[in-house]
């Protein structure tokens, strides 16, 4: 059994308020000094802010003392659709008409409509599933462009009692008469630790771990290309060359990676940033749903970001790319494409069984 609440604008005040609690879990609303409205979910372990009626992004993300969002020059978002122009959450979705990097032919903003889409209809849950008890934050958005598209984007994010890891779905329906292509990205944007070590459920060789050496034209850097360049075409022949994150490898402007992952027996891959005290930032994705994940990393003077994971189904060349690549799957007339994902924090204890079974998956010792 489960209980929801509807969310309304009028609840959203200057002033932070409780809204909902059930056990441990408790929800307040405020909102931004730049109009943005924002819920706190908290249970014993610390909790997340999510902007329910921009993108129902989660803004931020903080368990046992420690903020793991990414650092970046946004200290709150700004009230627009632009993607580049409020930037800095822990998770964006992103799709689903089209996703990626647009190139000079395409008409799609940068990783689609969803990042920023304008939420009317939000709310909050409580319940109990096979995980546990649960409080759920979610949301519907109608997407409709006469004669092109018409589809529904329902996110949920839910924490568990006693828990630092967020269960995440998305569920996209085809609203058409005919076919729908879906191209959809969750954009989990971790912070990085110097002395930290990555750990994930894949091949640490050349074939399974690919790094992009072209640089794409948003983005600038602030140190000599040159040589960043030259350190990508090191870490091309040797992936284990990025897994210790160090001062000196700044990754300037950003590294992209795409990976082959293993699975586990069911369907899931697992990606780890081990922190030096043994605890880590975790991702889980479907990897029946998300074939075609990526891995990216900016540290900047300006942000600070650890895309352990970024799940996708499709490649993130642009529309017209992945077209071409013949990347883009379909979904058909209404029906509905499922996407699960997991993230959060994993103490030294839950981390070292979490090595245990990416190891078990991947014959590592």
Request: net charge negative; with cysteine; charged share 25%.
């Amino acid at each position: 059994m489960s209980v929801r609440i509807p969310l309304y604008d009028r609840y959203f005040t200057e002033k932070e308020r409780a809204v909902a609690s059930s056990g441990e879990f408790t929800v307040s609303a405020f909102r931004y000094d730049s109009g943005v409205a924002a819920l706190r979910l908290n249970n014993s372990r610390g909790g997340i802010t999510v902007l329910p009626f921009q993108g129902q992004q989660v803004w931020r993300c903080d368990f046992d003392g420690r903020e793991l969002t990414m650092r970046s020059t946004f200290d709150e978002p700004v009230n627009t659709t632009e993607y580049l122009a409020t930037y800095g959450a822990f998770l964006l979705h992103c799709g689903a008409t089209a996703v990626g990097v647009p190139s000079k032919e395409d008409t799609h903003p940068l990783h689609g409509e969803l990042p920023n889409a304008p939420y009317k209809s939000a709310h909050i849950a409580f319940g109990s599933d096979e995980a546990g008890d649960y409080a759920e934050i979610g949301g519907l958005y109608n997407y409709k462009v006469a004669f092109n598209h018409n589809y529904t984007a329902e996110p949920s994010v839910r924490l568990y009692t006693g828990s630092a890891i967020l269960n995440v779905e998305m569920r996209i329906t085809n609203l058409k008469g005919t076919d729908m292509e879906v191209m959809y990205m969750e954009h989990i944007n971790f912070r990085p630790v110097d002395g930290a070590v990555l750990e994930y459920s894949a091949d640490y060789t050349p074939e399974a771990v690919a790094v992009n050496v072209n640089i794409p034209e948003h983005i600038k850097s602030s140190a000599p290309i040159g040589e960043f360049i030259e350190f990508l075409h090191k870490i091309k022949n040797d992936p284990v060359l990025h897994h210790k994150l160090t001062p000196d490898a700044r990754f300037d402007p950003e590294a992209v990676f795409r990976i082959k992952y293993r699975a586990d027996a069911d369907g899931f891959a697992h990606s780890m940033q081990i922190h030096p005290d043994g605890s880590a930032d975790y991702a889980a994705h479907d990897t029946a749903m998300f074939d075609q994940p990526i891995r990216w990393i900016a540290r900047t003077p300006d942000h600070d970001a650890m895309g352990l994971v970024l799940p996708m189904n499709t490649g993130n060349g642009g529309y017209l790319h992945e077209k071409a690549e013949g990347n883009i799957k379909s979904v058909g007339t209404g029906e509905c494409a499922v996407f699960r994902t997991k993230m959060g924090l994993l103490t030294p204890a839950e981390a070292k069984e979490m090595l245990k079974k990416i190891n078990g998956i991947t014959g590592r010792k």
